[in-house]
């Protein structure tokens, strides 16, 4: 089975600090992505990466940097964490072909206080 | 606006009854992906369809893919408690974009 694993469930973090999410798959799948999941708002997609140390801007990046050093492992960085970053962030991973399959981690429920 | 469009937004139901969600298009795709997400977990993939047209049956989860391939329903028989949930559609448009795009989902509710 297909496995992709976020380093958190849950994080309290304060206004202004630095906050690292981490991602791990094991299916060495090209491609991952970091979207975020609010209520209403669906899930929209921050950054995503098709090989090591390359990324693309999704269509909310602002606030948010990622970091891909190897192929299994992808990282969302909020520079200085704000309260309208308080949110449900979802690290996939998927094959580049067509069909688009994604396969999720756990989820980490982040707070900004 | 939203390139998938997902109907009804919430739906609330008797264990037993059946019900119909749907995911509409301006656009073609080459594929349809559902998935079901629980709360405080991550989406879970049950399906893709590929083909205008396709069928695909999980146990009681009929999935139907629209015959130009512009839209999908889920379709779900008798359903149960362990149904509820949000279900997501998912896809990337036809054009070699390998990047799924979300609809906002079903939430889903089965009262015992």
């Known amino acids: 089975d297909v496995k992709v694993t976020q380093s958190s469930r849950y994080l309290v973090k304060r206004t202004g600090e630095k906050v690292f999410l981490e991602c791990v798959q094991d299916m060495d799948h090209e491609n991952m992505f970091w979207y975020r999941q609010d209520p209403g708002l669906g899930l929209r997609l921050i950054y995503f990466?098709?090989?090591?140390?390359?990324?693309e801007k999704g269509d909310i990046p602002e606030g948010y940097s990622v970091s891909r050093e190897k192929k299994e492992r992808f990282s969302l960085i909020l520079e200085s964490a704000s309260t309208n970053q308080t949110s449900m962030y979802l690290c996939?991973?998927?094959?580049?072909?067509?069909?688009?399959?994604?396969?999720f981690g756990q989820g980490t429920r982040l707070t900004v206080v | 606006t939203q390139l998938l469009e997902q109907s009804p937004q919430f739906l609330s139901i008797q264990e037993g009854e059946n019900l119909t969600v749907y995911c509409n298009s301006s656009s073609v795709f080459s594929s349809l992906q559902w998935y079901r997400q629980e709360p405080g977990e991550g989406p879970v993939l049950l399906v893709t369809v590929v083909t205008g047209g396709e069928v695909k049956k999980l146990k009681r989860l009929t999935f139907q893919f629209g015959d130009a391939r512009k839209d999908s329903s889920l379709h779900i028989t008798a359903a149960q408690p362990g149904d509820t949930g949000l279900y997501l559609c998912a896809g990337a448009e036809r054009g070699g974009s390998y990047i799924p795009t979300f609809g906002r989902g079903t939430s889903l509710i089965v009262h015992p």
């Open positions: 990466s098709y090989d090591v140390k390359m990324k």
């Open positions: 996939a991973s998927s094959w580049t072909n067509l069909n688009t399959e994604a396969f």
